[in-house]
């Protein structure tokens, strides 16, 4: 079936180490994204990529890194420098052409990130 | 710029009540609208959309006009079940936006028997 593969759901991590968390797709879809979502905060944008070898920073960038290098993967990096890293991170992706389901976001069952 | 605002939570109801979560929102040109689901643990999953002012969005016994006079796009539902408890996002996206939407904080919402 077609969807979003968010590796791992849980992961711990100390203070001052760097983690990478694995988004993959198999839509065919050209953009996808990052969210960080914290409780009552809704979910903040963090990256976004339209196309490969191509991304922007969101409204929360500070603290993460991404790549883009294939369409159907878009790895987020936490680093050290992101002063407050726990939380439930969701990748998503969207179709970029016209039609019914341009802007639809189709997500992942995100990544729990605890920081130790 | 674009903003979306919807009812603070945490919504407690009865099996079988009537729904109403509240979203408003603020927008150059035409958005288009969204309401998402998110389970305990899970991440989000479309629920209904609507594109243009006037349509109306349904799925699952859920529904949601795009109103532009009053910028709103109330969710509704006639008669809740215990397995629509979740939290429930509104989000736009942007006439003209390289297509990342703009979340509301979710309205979480608790079906009791």
Same mark, same amino acid.
């Given at each position: 079936d077609g969807g979003i593969t968010q590796s791992p759901k849980y992961l711990f991590r100390k203070e001052g180490q760097n983690v990478t968390l694995s988004c993959e797709q198999n839509l065919n879809h050209d953009a996808m994204y990052w969210y960080?979502?914290?409780p009552g905060q809704g979910l903040r944008l963090i990256y976004y990529s339209q196309i490969v070898n191509d991304f922007q920073k969101g409204d929360i960038a500070e603290g993460y890194s991404v790549s883009r290098e294939k369409k159907?993967?878009?790895? #987020?990096?936490?680093?050290?420098?992101?002063?407050?890293?726990?939380a439930?991170? #969701?990748?998503?992706?969207?179709?970029?052409?016209?039609?019914?389901?341009?802007?639809?976001?189709?997500?992942?069952?995100?990544?729990? #990130?605890?920081? #130790? | 710029g674009n903003s979306v605002t919807q009812m603070e939570g945490p919504v407690t109801l009865s099996e079988e009540a009537f729904l /109403?979560?509240?979203?408003?929102? =603020?927008? =150059?040109g035409y958005p288009s609208l969204f309401w998402y689901v998110q389970?305990?643990? !899970?991440?989000?999953?479309?629920?209904?959309?609507? /594109?243009?002012?006037?349509?109306?969005?349904?799925?699952?016994? %859920? !529904?949601? =006009?795009?109103?532009?006079? =009053? /910028?709103? %796009?109330?969710?509704?539902?006639?008669?809740v079940q215990v397995s629509d408890s979740a939290v429930y996002f509104c989000a736009l996206r942007g006439?003209?936006?390289?297509?990342?939407?703009?979340?509301?904080?979710?309205?979480?919402?608790s079906v009791k028997p």
């Amino acid at each position: 079936d077609g969807g979003i593969t968010q590796s791992p759901k849980y992961l711990f991590r100390k203070e001052g180490q760097n983690v990478t968390l694995s988004c993959e797709q198999n839509l065919n879809h050209d953009a996808m994204y990052w969210y960080r979502q914290d409780p009552g905060q809704g979910l903040r944008l963090i990256y976004y990529s339209q196309i490969v070898n191509d991304f922007q920073k969101g409204d929360i960038a500070e603290g993460y890194s991404v790549s883009r290098e294939k369409k159907e993967s878009f790895p #987020l990096t936490v680093t050290s420098a992101q002063k407050n890293p726990t939380a439930f991170y #969701l990748c998503a992706s969207s179709s970029t052409g016209t039609g019914g389901n341009t802007g639809e976001l189709f997500f992942g069952e995100g990544s729990r #990130l605890t920081v #130790l | 710029g674009n903003s979306v605002t919807q009812m603070e939570g945490p919504v407690t109801l009865s099996e079988e009540a009537f729904l /109403t979560i509240n979203c408003t929102y =603020t927008a =150059t040109g035409y958005p288009s609208l969204f309401w998402y689901v998110q389970y305990p643990g !899970e991440g989000l999953q479309l629920l209904l959309k609507a /594109t243009k002012a006037d349509d109306k969005g349904s799925n699952k016994g %859920f !529904e949601a =006009t795009y109103r532009k006079e =009053t /910028t709103s %796009f109330h969710l509704e539902k006639g008669s809740v079940q215990v397995s629509d408890s979740a939290v429930y996002f509104c989000a736009l996206r942007g006439y003209g936006s390289q297509g990342n939407l703009i979340f509301g904080k979710g309205t979480k919402l608790s079906v009791k028997p």
